[in-house]
């Protein structure tokens, strides 16, 4: 969950009044304030509702106020329908309201819309400049849809507006490495780790920016740091793993992964980095076992069919072998997207809570 | 009883000479040379289309027979063009045998502009003289060495003229064992300025972009044009017979880097063809004039997470001395060069990682390639040249330029090879951005030379001093029955007791052709060597001859 979704709005100074004496769309705002600050959502909620309905000309500004943090609740409680319905009725009345953009970008992307909410967080940003959270959101949304370099410049106003906070720098971290820039991203990385010496991503980011410089012996340190503050951290076995399979170290790799295994019985890269292993040591059976779990989970791994058609033909089991080189082929070209970087993006980037708050 | 061979001695025979580890440096000596010939390219700072990016190649031919390697040049063009006289025209550089070079291109009848690509080096119709075969993006064109210092285009008369493709590597083999070489050439893109799509379009399944800035377009998206197959009748003419070979290159890949080679030891020369974004393709020989396309289950076509790599330059030679040519194939920025070894059942074994290759070539966009002995101590060494596709890089703070170091790996002889590339001087690092590249010993000092080509530069021609303090041998092939040149003749040299491995190959690298003598570095030996050569039609020569000479071998005797 958001951290900022459920932090208060103050539009209004602190209600003076009851809330049971409310009668008009302010006092309704005011008392639906009340209560959010009481943590009574629910309550909240309806009194945000009333100082909307009361108003259905749309001519009082606390209707309108109300119709943000109405949709600021609908939001958090997962009501995206509601909460777009609301902010888009509040930003018809109202395109200047930046937080109202920033909810509703909040809220497309809760609501897997990532496309809607660039320009809402885009819009906020525009509106409030001098908002870290609103650069910062608008950096994550910009990565959830791989639009690399625009994140990282999202993300570095974030930076400079909040220098303390470290999710916006691991996070332009993330971006910078996947737009190749993985020296800036170790020196973000550096920074982050001054801050925060037990955040376990920016121990992971910096070992990713690292072995995508070649300098692996300083990547390896990395990810085992990480792994000492998480142990459980699923990113840095694997990537752990990965070193030592490329440098042929078999025993080191496999036991990277089989402690994968161990933390998720389905991890589909732990189960192909072993069957790879097997099968340079000539046990294609077993192997076949752990290429057919991969593909359980990912079908569409070009890599796991192709890898069993030779586990198949190193067991001699030629017709099998041809039939998983014909689905291997069935899979189709490329799976480079539109960015001609072969490199691949990092499938996570950290957490999403944290950053700078919408203040 | 030996055949008689004409050995010509180039040098004296010192014994006891180191057989590793020399001092070796490569010394720029371009400008020395007399080559004052620039490369025109595409465009600088940026390029509108992909057709400005793959740049061109160099040939190290003896075209006047005179034993010192002369130097071809291709020559590009821009989308601006130039005014009538002024084009950039391909160079031929005569060897005048003391470090220099005289630019013979007009006397020859070499002058001709264009986007030209490659240069591919053969003797096709059997007459003594090596002819010339260039690739544009337009019209290739076949020059035939009239034996007198000049060429003639015999594009229309060999029947060659007509098709207007983007030829890239192109390379000659006698695939029939007809005496006759024959001809591969690859093709890249169906590409029309007309039609192309600009840089940083949004057109799905193009790519258009890189790491999110606009570039040109493609490879990715952009439709592959067929590679062709042409067999040389005799009588001085090609048939094309791409379709009756068997399909060659059906689904139209898109082509770059070729290089013909005998990997299954059975007499014939199989063909390699690494292409771009897109498996590689390995057709061997089924010796009755067709070919199996078998890089998939050769183990070559993807790598060994099935992904298709972005194949440029292509080069194979027996790195490991077991009798068995091997394979190198430039890449990507962001993959690693592959390196493949034979296992001698057509398939071969994904050594990339193994060898160290992969860790020293991750961060390389590479293009020429080319296995070489440069310290001639009897195992192959694998030069790399490497050069961005893009110039805007250079403008968007990333890790990667533009010019990127051309990159040397030195053969441990177990299996691994070490970047030396910071020990040989600064010259052959550069940085560049690099595409052809060639080998020959164009001085005839026993160790093999260098010669580069770049986007937009001069070439840059690299003098070995020091290679020769171990010891040499130096094989030219005449062929009678077989194919003039022997291209395909596999030539063994055994001394001190160790046997390795040449085949005389006709193009390979990235758009670029060395010299045809078959060279080989033999360490520390200063005993007798034995050479064998096996020709294309099945003739087998031997003879016994003293190290550290340039040889030449006929056929028969």
């Known amino acids: 969950m958001l951290r900022l979704v459920i932090c208060s709005m103050a539009f209004f100074a602190a209600a003076a009044g009851s809330a049971q004496t409310a009668q008009t769309p302010a006092d309704h705002l005011r008392a639906g304030q009340q209560y959010q600050r009481q943590g009574r959502l629910q309550d909240a909620e309806a009194e945000y509702r009333k100082a909307v309905d009361l108003d259905p000309k749309e001519a009082d500004i606390a209707s309108l106020y109300g119709q943000v943090l109405l949709g600021q609740l609908c939001s958090a409680r997962g009501d995206y329908p509601c909460a777009i319905a609301q902010l888009q009725r509040a930003l018809r009345r109202d395109p200047t309201l930046g937080k109202a953009h920033y909810f509703l970008g909040i809220t497309f992307t809760l609501a897997g819309q990532q496309d809607r909410a660039v320009p809402e967080l885009a819009e906020a940003a525009r509106l409030e400049p001098q908002n870290a959270a609103f650069h910062y959101y608008l950096g994550l949304a910009l990565l959830d849809v791989a639009r690399d370099a625009e994140a990282a410049g999202a993300l570095q106003k974030a930076v400079d507006l909040d220098p303390a906070d470290v999710p916006s720098r691991t996070n332009l971290a993330w971006a910078l490495i996947n737009i190749g820039r993985n020296r800036e991203a170790v020196g973000v990385l550096d920074h982050a780790l001054k801050l925060e010496r037990t955040d376990p991503s920016a121990w992971f980011l910096r070992g990713e920016a690292r072995r995508r410089l070649g300098n692996t012996d300083a990547a390896v340190a990395d990810f085992e740091k990480s792994l000492e503050i998480d142990s459980r951290s699923e990113d840095a076995l694997f990537s752990l793993g990965t070193i030592a399979y490329l440098r042929q170290d078999f025993d080191r790799a496999s036991a990277c992964f089989v402690r994968l295994l161990a933390i998720d019985g389905d991890h589909a890269g732990a189960h192909y980095g072993l069957a790879k292993i097997l099968l340079k040591q000539g046990r294609a059976a077993d192997a076949v076992s752990h290429l057919v779990a991969c593909i359980a989970r990912d079908p569409r791994s070009k890599g796991a069919h192709y890898q069993l058609a030779q586990a198949y033909r190193q067991l001699g089991e030629t017709e099998k072998a041809q039939k998983e080189l014909q689905v291997f082929q069935s899979l189709g070209g490329d799976a480079n997207g539109a960015d001609g970087a072969p490199v691949e993006r990092l499938a996570k980037r950290p957490g999403r809570g944290g950053g700078p708050s919408s203040r | ?557």
């Open chain 2, 1 to 557: 009883m030996l055949p008689p061979v004409l050995i010509i001695a180039l040098g004296a025979s010192p014994a006891n000479r180191p057989s590793a580890n020399v001092d070796i440096t490569f010394a720029d000596v371009t400008a020395a040379a007399g080559l004052h010939t620039r490369i025109v390219y595409g465009g600088t700072g940026q390029n509108k289309y992909i057709l400005e990016t793959t740049g061109t190649g160099v040939a190290f031919l003896d075209y006047d027979n005179d034993g010192w390697p002369d130097i071809f040049l291709v020559n590009g063009s821009t989308l601006d063009g130039f005014p009538k006289g002024q084009e950039p025209s391909n160079h031929l550089f005569r060897n005048r045998h003391d470090g220099t070079f005289e630019d013979v291109t007009r006397r020859a009848g070499l002058v001709q502009s264009g986007w030209g690509q490659g240069a591919a080096v053969a003797d096709y119709d059997n007459d003594g003289f090596d002819d010339l075969f260039v690739t544009y993006w337009g019209q290739n064109r076949l020059y035939r060495n009239r034996g007198d210092g000049t060429f003639e285009d015999v594009t229309v008369r060999a029947g060659l003229a007509g098709e207007r493709r983007w030829g890239t590597s192109a390379a000659f083999a006698d695939y029939d064992n007809d005496g006759f070489v024959d001809l591969y050439v690859a093709n890249y893109i169906d590409f029309d300025p007309r039609t192309a799509p600009l840089p940083g379009a949004k057109i799905p399944g193009v790519n258009c972009s890189y790491r999110g800035f606009a570039v040109m377009c493609g490879p990715r998206g952009l439709k592959g044009e067929r590679d062709r197959l042409y067999h040389n009748t005799g009588k001085g003419t090609f048939t094309d017979v791409t379709v009756e070979a068997g399909e060659i290159d059906k689904d139209g890949y898109r082509g770059l880097g070729v290089a013909w080679g005998d990997v299954n030891n059975d007499g014939y020369p199989d063909v390699v063809v690494a292409n771009d974004a897109q498996p590689n393709l390995l057709y061997v020989n089924q010796r009755n004039g067709r070919f199996r396309e078998s890089a998939l289950e050769a183990g070559i076509a993807v790598d060994e997470d099935g992904r298709a790599r972005a194949g440029m330059g292509v080069d194979l030679a027996d790195y490991d001395n077991d009798g068995w040519l091997d394979l190198a194939i430039a890449n990507f920025y962001g993959e690693p060069h592959s390196l493949y070894a034979n296992q001698k059942n057509v398939t071969f074994l994904d050594t990339t990682w193994a060898s160290g290759i992969g860790r020293a070539t991750m961060h390389h966009l590479g293009w020429g390639t080319r296995f070489m002995d440069y310290d001639n101590d009897g195992w192959k060494d694998l030069l790399l040249v490497n050069g961005h596709v893009y110039p805007e890089v250079d403008r968007q703070k990333l890790d990667e330029t533009y010019a990127e170091p051309t990159v040397l790996l030195r053969n441990g002889g177990n299996g691994t090879f070490a970047d030396v590339t910071a020990s040989v001087g600064d010259a052959l690092a550069g940085p560049r951005p690099g595409r052809g590249l060639a080998v020959a010993d164009y001085d005839n000092d026993g160790d093999l030379d260098v010669l580069i080509a770049s986007v937009n530069a001069y070439p840059c021609l690299l003098e070995n001093r020091g290679g020769n303090a171990n010891h040499w041998l130096t094989v030219r092939l005449v062929g009678r029955k077989s194919n003039r040149d022997g291209i395909g003749a596999r030539v063994t040299v055994t001394a001190g007791g160790v046997s390795r491995v040449e085949e005389v190959r006709s193009g390979a690298s990235y758009l670029s052709h060395s010299d045809f003598r078959a060279h080989f570095g033999l360490g520390g030996t200063t005993s007798n060597a034995t050479v064998e050569v096996r020709w294309p039609g099945g003739q087998v020569d031997r003879l016994e001859t003293p190290v550290d000479r340039a040889i030449v071998v006929r056929e028969g005797g």
